[in-house]
RNA sequence: GCCCCCAUCGUCUAGUGGCCUAGGACGCCGCCCUCUCACGGCGGUAGCGCGGGUUCGAAUCCCGCUGGGGGUACCA
């Protein structure tokens, strides 16, 4: 029986995170996973900060922590929520636990430094050799306290994802379980929280697994029955190695800061190890915990595909009520993501463009780049845009579209009308003859449909960036005729006019 | 070194002995739609690491190999 049976206590899983400044997307799925499992069975989710680290402990990370589970749903306000616990202020409790395994003679101490135990036995990688185990040492300062592994038989460990592990004792070397200062290690201090706060289910990353059958042995020594394990595949990067801080990008505040959807991430992170069957990915959180059985996730290593999480995070971009999406995008409308001055920003605008937009961004990020042109007072000219855009005939027809534009109908349909007409006089399509507009307006080759945006900018304000480009065309027309008369062929034109 | 885990398209996965001519999704390619780009629609590309067994039958079970990964602290 993996699960109690109905009417029985309920489980309870934990996540257990020390606060390091930033919230991996590991430790995200790993909250997910254990949030899916305590939510579907009716269970209680413990959170507990491991902050026995000094080095590893600031006040605000934690507050970093709630705030990240919160944007993943995973929120205090639900009943299924316990905690959070610090592991720092049950000290009490697993200093008394490492006494009793003491004086239950199941653990000793040791005055070994690593450089004693290298010397003696001539092994730089070794594990400890067991040499004080018969030695009587009392409680002493800078005495560490070992736990006394068995020396045969083996241990087995009920895990629901890897079959059940076997572990043969002999290989369990005597490991430490207080510090010479007294103080718990991450072994005992874990398990005894664990036992602490009646946990019956551990489910976590896989790097855990080598810990589990000294853990279990823990568990065991201290009365308690072992909880079934749960490892969760590890996620790696493109090289197949696990996720770090250092080399790969793992904060979820970063992901989010992107734009990426708490919701997407969320669908994309219980995706990495488990699939809901049916051939369907994309669901909603409720229907992914309904569905969700630790017993079904896989044990091979996934890789954090950056290019999936972006196509499902479009997805959900796309379902979003226009409104939604309008409101979603505000914070990249502002400074500092915002490349124009705050006064030159209309909601009214925005939300003009908005429905153009939302089929065009992945990553709520990319807005700013749609819209630039319409709140600043320059388009942004990208060159390589500009010089396929405008090649020869482009100052005729921007000429000419100039001309036209000065009376006509100031609607999309018509300024549309116009231009396709003008194209023709030129033996251009209207796909050829946007184009010296679109870039003359919007700087870019490529954006939202150009005569809404058109009709969105103004008359004054287009022409405006008509004749902007109409002057830096005939300018380098002249210095490219320049350059012919002074025969300096080869000199290349300059690449901008401003 | 020692311990442990893992192995289906490039990637995430479905598959639990016959339903598999191996399914879906992302990516990639092509076509359609189209003022550009997207969106959308349609089609395509591509995989059971290798070798032995077991079985009437193996992607599915067993063993070995190879290849990846994780752990190995008085860190968590």
Redesign the pocket.
């Known amino acids: 029986m993996t699960f109690p049976a109905p009417g029985s206590a309920p489980i309870r899983v934990r996540f257990a995170p ?1 606060p390091t400044g930033i919230f991996h997307v590991g430790g995200a799925r790993s909250a997910l996973f254990n949030w899916a499992t305590a939510k579907q069975q009716g269970g209680i989710f413990v959170l507990r900060i ?1 902050d ?2 000094a080095s ?1 402990n600031q006040p605000e990370w934690v507050d970093g922590i709630l705030s990240a589970m919160e944007a993943l749903g995973i929120t205090k306000a639900d009943a299924t929520f316990e905690g959070p616990y610090f ?1 720092s202020e049950n000290a009490g409790v697993q200093r008394a636990a490492a006494e009793r395994l003491f004086a239950d003679g199941k653990a000793y101490y ?5 450089d004693v135990l290298v010397a003696r036995t001539g092994n730089q ?4 050799d067991g040499f004080c185990r018969e030695r009587g040492l009392e409680h002493a300062e ?3 306290l070992r736990f006394r592994t068995p020396d045969e038989g083996e241990t087995h460990v009920v895990d629901l994802i ?2 059940n ?4 004792n002999s ?1 369990l070397e005597d490991f ?1 379980i207080a ?3 007294g103080s718990p ?3 005992l201090a874990n398990v005894v929280d664990d036992v602490d706060e009646r946990i019956t289910h551990v489910v976590r990353g ?6 589990t059958p000294k853990q279990q042995l823990l568990w065991e020594a201290l009365g308690a029955t072992p909880p079934v394990w749960a490892h969760l ?2 996620i ?1 990067n493109e ?4 996720l770090s801080k250092r080399r790969d990008k793992v904060a979820l505040e970063d992901y989010l800061a992107d734009g990426i959807l708490p919701a997407a991430m969320v669908n994309y992170l219980m ?5 809901p ?1 049916n ?1 369907e ?1 994309i669901l909603p959180f409720e229907e992914l915990i309904r569905r969700f059985r630790l017993e ?1 996730v ?6 954090f ?1 950056i ?2 999480l972006t ?1 499902f995070n ?2 959900y971009i ?1 379902a979003l009520p226009v409104d939604e999406f309008t409101a979603a995008c505000d914070p990249w409308l502002h400074a500092p993501f915002a490349p124009w001055d705050e006064a030159s920003y209309d909601p009214a605008v925005f939300a003009a463009v908005a429905p153009l937009a939302q ?2 961004v992945a990553v709520l990020s990319e807005i700013t780049a749609n819209v630039d042109f319409l709140f600043l007072d320059e388009p942004v000219v990208d060159e390589q845009s500009w010089n396929k855009a405008m090649k020869v005939g482009a100052a005729e027809l921007l000429a000419d579209v100039r001309a036209v534009l000065v009376d006509a109908a100031w609607e ?1 349909e018509t300024l ?1 009308d116009t231009v396709t007409v003008v194209g023709e006089k030129h033996g251009l399509k ?2 050829k003859a ?1 184009a010296p507009v ?1 870039v003359a307006v919007t700087g870019r ?8 945006s058109l009709e969105l900018l103004g008359r004054e304000r287009t022409l405006a960036r008509v004749d902007a480009a109409l002057a830096r065309l005939a300018a380098s027309a002249e210095t490219a005729e320049g350059a012919e008369t002074a025969g300096s062929a080869g000199v290349d034109a300059p690449a901008s006019a401003g």
């Open positions: 020390s491991e026995t680290d590893r592991q040791c005055d070994c430094t690593r990688q070794t594990g400890y800078g005495r560490a890897r079959g592990p076997v572990f043969p290989t430490v510090r010479g200062d290690v991450f072994l896989e790097e855990h697994l080598p810990n595949p590890v790696v090289k197949r190695q696990k995706l990495l190890g488990w699939a069957g051939d990915e079904d896989n044990s091979a290593s996934a890789f595909d290019k999936k196509a479009g997805e796309r089929t065009r999309a549309k209207l796909g946007q679109r080759t490529v954006g939202l449909p150009l005569f809404e």
